[in-house]
């Protein structure tokens, strides 16, 4: 078996996985919203910049340096010759899937408030360093480009950690999960296994009846959530290239992206969500007494749940 056919098989075995748990369709009934939520969106309303660390790993060839920041093409299959490596970098957090936050300098088209969740998101370039290890084995095991040409639509299941510092409330939070990738396919047959996912995350809000909601309209939001010099990084020359290359046409620093359906800048604009299944609460607001609450998604009887055990800091 190749190491693209192995990959496939990978990526189906974690779908039916994923369907075995989740049988219902989106917007059917979940449980309640997680013992953790409120409090965790409270601490980021109160950060002065809401940003994270993002933890994630990275297939090296164990023969070369474990700092270099190349992807291994090696199959994981061969262990002896493929390690995983830390790899970690600051994001912005951009809100919660499927909840994001009115933004009257948002000129996007709106969801109707069909749908929220607990699924923290951020956004990247499609370019970045880091998309091989949001896309997880199955990309390590088909090479860098995981198997789709050097350009990532929707995908992902990486292995992720963000840990949130939040300094007005002295708490710290770890999120443990996956990142799944949305891009511009992501309505289409080859966004199914992502929305597949996330579907079973989605609970419906005001009776699920505001209006039929579009997973493409949510990202596009996203992309409008940006101010236009934000937007207009996504059309900056490659990320980790060398300034002496010409970046290609169309391309450059500085520019302003105002037109939400730019060709440039959307093809490579992704939206990231976690799915996170363990959340480690630290608050240190009292030095005398600090407190730690652990949160770990459990399956009871084909239905998630989750299990708070508090623990000495």
């Known amino acids: 078996m190749n190491a693209q056919s192995a990959a496939v098989r990978r990526t189906t075995q974690t779908l039916n996985h994923i369907r075995g748990r989740h049988h219902h369709a989106m917007g059917s009934p979940v449980p309640a919203d997680p013992p953790w939520r409120a409090t965790f969106l409270s601490h980021i309303q109160r950060m002065e910049s809401p940003v994270f660390a993002l933890s994630s790993l990275r297939q090296v060839d164990r023969a070369s340096s474990s700092a270099s920041s190349s992807p291994s093409t090696t199959s994981p299959l061969s262990s002896q010759h493929v390690a995983a490596a830390p790899r970690v970098r600051t994001v912005v957090f951009r809100g919660l899937w499927a909840a994001l936050s009115v933004n009257p300098k948002n ?10 969740s607990h699924l923290p998101t951020f956004t990247t370039d499609a370019r970045m360093d880091k998309m091989p290890e949001l896309e997880g084995e199955s990309t390590a095991a088909a090479g860098s480009d995981g198997g789709r040409g050097g350009t990532y639509q929707s995908g992902g299941g990486g292995l992720v950690e963000g840990v949130f510092w939040a300094e007005e409330d ?70 980790g290239t060398p300034r002496s290359q010409e970046p290609g046409q169309g391309l450059g620093p500085g520019q302003r992206v105002e037109d939400l359906e730019d060709e440039v800048a959307r093809r490579n604009f992704r939206v ?42």
Do not use: C
Not at 108 to 116: G, K, Q, V
Not at 279 to 285: K, T
């Open 170 to 239: 002295r708490t710290q939070w770890r999120l443990r999960g996956r990142a799944y990738v949305l891009g511009p396919d992501i309505d289409s047959e080859t966004g199914a296994p992502v929305r597949a996912a996330l579907e079973p995350h989605m609970r419906r809000v005001n009776g699920g009846t505001a209006g039929p909601w579009s997973w493409s309209r949510e990202v596009t939001a996203h992309f409008g959530n940006l101010g236009p010099l934000m937007r207009g990084t996504f059309r900056n020359p490659p990320p």
């Open 107 to 116: 000129p996007a088209e709106r969801n109707p408030d069909t749908f929220t």
């Open 272 to 313: 990231v969500v976690i799915v996170p299944d363990e959340v480690d609460r630290v608050d240190l607001s009292d030095p005398e007494n600090g407190r730690r609450w652990n949160y770990k998604l459990e399956d009871e009887d084909g239905s998630d749940s989750w299990k708070v055990t508090e623990l000495w800091p």
